[in-house]
């Protein structure tokens, strides 16, 4: 069964769409097959993976029109006699290797039904399936294009639909970022994840017989990524290092054990190996002990812009494309580090990843 990752956090702006299409963009060049899965209703990873092709996807008279995660399990949630298909998907702008389930601005309008199904716990038959389609729709599209990864990326909630991607995922990775939020997030998101973990352990196999089953276990923590976006007039930037040693200290003091207790956790010893794997200065914790820090990601500063504009990872931006944007001195030359400096970001943690996936 391919790995699924779920970028997860219920804060907003911390990352979670660049982080799952750097980290699917990495994981394909070393020779994975990878699909993104957009379960955010804004569809930003979406829109970030098909560039150009965007709005010609969903025009209304596309033959792709359809081809998305909402309408693939619409059939189920209304209740008519159409079975779950697999479809042709896109790939990213630039990249044959990674494969995209685009998402859907009205997959958010299915939360309610979702979470009518798991609070009457496979009782009502009109709702046993419900919970498992999600499930079946990304395993058709996995076993359609022999999938190795699946990165999913999700809005920023704790509901009945982000619950359900959790139930459905085999590993999480939670971006943060430097400001007091992402520092209050955590102990939500602790007790939340408990319970989900709770409720599938309770009522898990009362939907075993439905057509459309909910898959055994749930997520267990990677780790975190720490990225570094000075988008706030706080001292966000200043206090940079300062507020990450807190978010770490949070996530080993008080997130880790409860995600222990709920049996979240990969093995000890799986962590201890990815935090041997090399970063760059700049992304390494300041005392290198932080065993579920994936990396610390500097400011994309105008890098993001231009590999947006290019349809290319930061990291995939090349000197070609410079001279063809016409960048010369101190900028060219800003560039052209932030490029090398997150080429070794990513590859170190999608390094860490494979690490801890394979230790299991």
């Keep these: 069964m391919p790995h699924r990752i779920l970028l997860f956090n219920h804060k907003g702006g911390v990352g979670k769409t660049t982080s799952a299409y750097h980290i699917g963009w990495k994981l394909s ?30 025009s209304e008279d596309s033959p792709t029109r359809l081809n998305n995660i909402y309408d693939a399990v619409r059939p189920v949630f209304e209740g008519r006699p159409q079975p779950i298909e697999a479809f042709e998907c896109p ?63 999700i809005n920023p909630g704790l509901g009945a639909l982000n619950q359900n991607f959790f139930m459905i995922s085999s590993a999480f990775i939670v971006p943060t970022n430097p400001d007091p939020f992402s520092l ?25 017989d439905a057509t459309y089953p909910l898959p ?37 003091d008080d997130f880790v054990p409860r ?26 914790d300041a005392d290198r002990t932080r065993l ?6 500097p400011d994309f500063a105008q890098a993001s812009h231009i590999a947006s504009e290019l349809g290319k990872p930061v990291y995939g931006i090349t000197d070609a494309d410079l001279r063809m944007l016409d960048l010369r001195g101190n900028v060219k030359s800003s560039v052209q580090g932030n490029v090398a400096t997150f080429d070794q970001i990513y590859s170190a943690v999608c390094a860490k990843i494979e690490a801890i996936l394979a230790y299991e």
């Design 29 to 58: 060049q070393t020779g994975h097959r990878v699909l993104l899965v957009d379960g955010d209703s804004q569809v930003n990873l979406t829109a970030r993976a098909l560039g150009d092709r965007f709005e010609d996807h969903y």
């Design 91 to 153: 790939t990213a702008e630039n990249n044959s290797a990674l494969f995209l389930l685009p998402g859907h601005p009205d997959l958010s309008a299915l939360e309610g039904q979702i979470s009518l199904a798991q609070e009457t716990r496979g009782t009502l038959s009109v709702t046993k399936n419900i919970p498992g389609a999600l499930h079946r729709i990304i395993s058709l599209i996995e076993n359609r294009y022999d999938i190795d990864y699946s990165i999913i990326d």
């Design 184 to 208: 209050m997030s955590l102990k939500t998101l602790g007790l939340e994840i408990e319970r989900w973990v709770s409720w599938k352990e309770r009522f898990g196999p009362a939907f075993a």
């Design 216 to 252: 055994d276990g749930w997520a267990k923590f990677l780790g975190a990524i720490h990225s570094r976006f000075n988008r706030h007039k706080s001292k966000a930037a200043g206090r940079y290092h300062e507020r990450i040693s807190q978010i770490d200290n949070r996530i080993e």
């Design 259 to 284: 995600l222990r207790a709920s049996n979240t956790l990969f093995a000890q010893e799986a962590y201890v190996i990815a935090a041997n794997i090399n970063l760059p200065e700049s992304a390494r």
């Design 292 to 297: 579920y820090a994936l990396a610390r990601i």
